[in-house]
């Protein structure tokens, strides 16, 4: 059964599973679904076309699914969609999509949004990442899984990060940051890989030995990128790792912080 406290405000029409915890003066709007073993704490507004899945925690005085921060937004019907497992600590904020951007923003599952973070219109965040304190995505953002960006970090709308890298707190991020790599700075520049990362996640000596090639071809031989790609598909092993740094930076459409 739903467990509500008699002071919070839940829509009829909203659709909450088992075990859902719905604590003081919460308000859930008429699109919230809410999956099995999810506990919303005091204070929290949920509103829009917003799905949650199972065993998330959101802390008190968070702001889910309300309107995208977008003058371009004219009130169409947009998702907010979060998988299961997430932490989503105070003063967050986190809207859906717009038109101009598929009309759905989604964030995957075991993430931590630490307190006054912001998940902009139309962001994509994996899996297993971080969102340290004031961490601000602007709109379009894609995070892959296993980042973390620091504390009052800022990213620039349509920015890419790639998987398995790191942002530098304070760090003001223009361009995209290329998959296991550590970046920081106004505005941010390559300071090598994420290498507690990688030993954090079981990477072997082989793995990172790969990784590491790839980095110094990609980004310090002075190459062009497309023979810089070329160069590490004749000298370096074609590990996962490998090939998703190079399907990145060929990807980019921002540009490549160096």
Do not use: W
Request: proline share 3%; with cysteine.
């Amino acid at each position: 059964m739903v467990r509500q406290h008699p002071t919070a405000v839940v829509d009829p029409a909203a659709e909450l599973d088992d075990r859902v915890e719905v604590g003081p003066y919460s308000v859930i709007g008429p699109g919230a679904r809410i999956g099995k073993g999810t506990r919303i704490r005091s204070h929290v507004v949920i509103e829009g076309n917003t799905t949650i899945g199972r065993d998330n925690v959101i802390f008190q005085f968070s702001t889910v699914g309300s309107s995208p921060q977008d003058l371009k937004y004219k009130g169409e019907d947009s998702q907010l969609i979060i998988g299961d497992g997430n932490t989503i600590r105070e003063f967050a904020s986190l809207n859906p999509g717009t038109a101009g951007g598929g009309r759905v923003t989604r964030i995957g599952q075991r993430n931590l949004l630490m307190m006054q973070s912001h998940v902009a219109h139309d962001c994509h965040i994996g899996d297993d990442s971080i969102l340290a304190n004031g961490a601000m995505l602007g709109g379009h953002v894609v995070i892959g899984d296993r980042v973390i960006i620091g504390a009052l970090v800022g990213v620039h709308q349509f920015v890419a990060i790639g998987s398995g890298a790191i942002v530098g707190a304070g760090s003001m991020v223009s361009k995209d940051v290329p998959p296991y790599c550590h970046a920081t700075g106004d505005r941010v520049r390559l300071r090598g890989l994420n290498l507690e990362g990688l030993r954090r996640q079981g990477f072997d000596k082989a793995r990172v030995e790969a990784i590491r090639q790839t980095y110094r071809i990609l980004f310090q031989s002075r190459l062009r990128l497309k023979d810089a790609v070329q160069r590490v598909c004749r000298e370096v092993p074609r590990t996962f790792e490998v090939e998703q740094m190079i399907e990145f930076v060929e990807s980019s459409q921002r540009g490549i912080c160096r």
